[in-house]
């Protein structure tokens, strides 16, 4: 049997109540860890069915603030082990059709949510003697994306390079940093493209088929625990071979 080694342990996942999120919380909460799971979506946030944690604390935490998701961190009960951040929003908007205020809630909320959780928790998993951040980049970062906005596109590639950088920043100090760049994977947040942008993704994806949530979200699980306690600083594909890199 593979030991995640999570039983017992503080994991908080962001963007908990729908997705990827919710299907990691839901795999984390049959390894028996102490969950903190924060979303902006109260109801969502809610429903989220927690069997076998061995905690639960839900929190309404809007990743893009960074002074909210500081205070948000320190309200805790204990040093954060594992984040599994997947908090995001998706825009498809035309270059042309791209205003200021929406690209700048795009690199708000998936850029700057990503360096806000990271920065928050990083002095405790230290002064816990390390711990692992997940970050969530898109097949969007690797090509530009088959239907993603600008800003979508430039936050996931920003996404890639703040993992490396908080790779190399955080390896010494014992914390592992990866990134999962996910193909199209069934959750709400594609529920906004139309069914040729669905057969589009499904025709550029070799096993030809869309993914579950819970088959990226289990990739995210390995990735915070300890069976992949030597894999740091790596962008993993979870897309079906939509992108070989
Ligand atoms: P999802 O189902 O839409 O879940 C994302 C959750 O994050 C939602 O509950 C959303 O709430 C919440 N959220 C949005 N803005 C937030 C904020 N500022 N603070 C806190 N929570 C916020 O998305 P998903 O498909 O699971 O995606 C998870 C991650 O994978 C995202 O980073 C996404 O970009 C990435 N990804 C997904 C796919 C895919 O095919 N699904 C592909 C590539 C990358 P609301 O619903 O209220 O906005």
Request: hydrophobic share 50%.
């Amino acid at each position: 049997m593979l030991d995640s080694g999570l039983g017992g342990r503080l994991v908080l996942v962001t963007g908990a109540a729908s997705g990827i999120g919710l299907a990691a919380a839901k795999i984390l909460g049959g390894e028996g860890a102490r969950l903190a799971l924060w979303d902006v979506n109260a109801d969502g946030l809610e429903a989220v069915p927690t069997d076998g944690a061995a905690s639960v604390e839900r929190a309404i935490v809007d990743l893009s603030d960074t002074t909210t998701v500081a205070t948000a961190v320190d309200a805790l009960p204990g040093p954060v082990d594992a984040v599994i951040h997947c908090a995001g929003i998706y825009t498809t908007s035309p270059l042309p059709e791209v205003d200021e205020a929406s690209w700048d809630r795009v690199l708000d909320v998936n850029l700057k949510g990503a360096f806000n959780i990271s920065q928050a928790v990083a002095p405790g998993m230290i002064e816990n003697g390390g711990g692992a951040i997940v970050l969530f980049g898109s097949f969007a970062a690797r090509t530009g994306g088959l239907r993603a906005s600008a800003p979508y596109a430039a936050s996931k590639a920003g996404v890639a390079g703040l993992t490396k950088h908080l790779a190399q920043w955080g390896g010494p100090n014992g914390i592992r940093v990866n990134c999962i760049h996910p193909g199209f994977i069934q959750t709400p947040m594609n529920a906004i493209l139309s069914d040729q942008a669905k057969a589009d993704a499904v025709a550029a994806t070799p096993l030809r088929r869309l993914a579950d949530p819970p088959e990226c979200a289990a990739m995210a699980v390995v990735l915070a625990s300890q069976l992949a306690s030597f894999v740091h600083g790596v962008e993993l594909d979870v897309n079906g071979g939509m992108y070989m890199a």
